[in-house]
């Protein structure tokens, strides 16, 4: 088996609210259905694209619940992201998400605190590690550093995937910028590199990447698949992001979803994340849908 037929494709899930802020569980379910059913291998819940960060642990627990007696497979189609900067936070997160039996984890560094060192991160996720006893598996390094004001620097990969095997099997590279993936990839072929960026999906593919956890899948994952799990470009990619990051990122891709099921309730942000204004979203679904058009045609 290689690594690349190891992950495939995974949708960064958004998370839909209800006219009260709190998480709207059937439409949440009823999207991760049918992301499976158009081909995803696997959600991700909770991480940038799901407004992770404001979903506490009893909004958690309720969605894990309602996932996994709509049938969800926590095993093969399901994974969570940690997101905190407490350790005792972070590792109440994690421990829910191993008690329900997740595929994996992305790991987000401890992201409230800026400027600090590669031993610095190390520690706090050994400590993190030290509380989950034993039971730590599975987890993706999440780099984000414009959302975070944290890297995780390559030889800081190394450092983890050194202290702890079988702990860290992988990257997630959300960076944007195709010099760290590239050296993700030549420095870590022993792990899972996914990309973030759905632009450098195909290439870090053919270079030995294991697939992506991508916002786009949300709308869009049938022109995603051959690139994740083969490797092969797909002419609509770029212009279908470029589209998107025209315009706030979270917002549109909600906008989207809402467009595509009819159903404006989709478009709710909880705060402090705003909805894309009412301009906006249609001049972001006038060129979602042309951009899939022309490059299609």
């Not at 969570?80 to 005792?88: G, H, Y």
């Not at 797909?234 to 025209?246: F, N």
Request: proline letters at 5%.
């Amino acid at each position: 088996m290689t690594i690349t037929s190891r992950f495939g494709l995974s949708c960064a899930i958004s998370t839909p609210f209800d006219a009260a802020g709190d998480v709207d569980v059937g439409r949440f379910v009823d999207h991760a259905k049918a992301l499976l059913a158009r081909g995803c291998d696997s959600i991700t819940l909770f991480g940038t694209t799901g407004e992770g960060a404001s979903v506490g642990l009893g909004s958690r627990a309720r969605v894990f619940d309602a996932m996994i007696k709509a049938g969800i497979a926590p095993r093969t189609q399901l994974l969570s992201t940690v997101v905190a900067s407490s350790v005792e936070e972070a590792a109440a997160q994690a421990a829910m998400a191993l008690d329900v039996g997740v595929r994996g984890m992305l790991l987000t560094p401890p992201f409230y605190f800026r400027g600090v060192s590669d031993d610095a991160i190390f520690a706090w996720f050994g400590q993190l590690f030290d509380r989950l006893k034993g039971e730590a598996r599975d987890m993706f390094a999440y780099h984000l550093p414009s959302v975070t004001g944290m890297p995780l620097s390559v030889d800081l990969i190394g450092r983890l995937k050194a202290a702890f095997p079988g702990i860290i099997v992988g990257v997630k590279d959300s960076s944007a910028t195709w010099s760290n993936t590239e050296a993700l990839l030549k420095a870590h072929s022993d792990l899972m590199i996914l990309v973030g960026d759905e632009r450098d999906l195909a290439k870090s593919v053919r270079m030995g990447g294991s697939g992506s956890i991508c916002g786009v899948a949300n709308v869009a994952p049938e022109i995603l698949f051959g690139a994740a799990k083969h490797g092969i470009e797909d002419p609509r990619i770029r212009p279908v992001v470029e589209a998107i990051i025209a315009h706030p990122i979270l917002p549109g891709i909600k906008a989207l979803i809402a467009h595509q099921k009819g159903d404006p309730a989709w478009a709710r942000m909880r705060p402090p994340m705003v909805d894309l204004d009412a301009a906006a979203a249609s001049k972001l679904v006038a060129a979602f849908d042309r951009a899939l058009a022309a490059a299609a045609a």
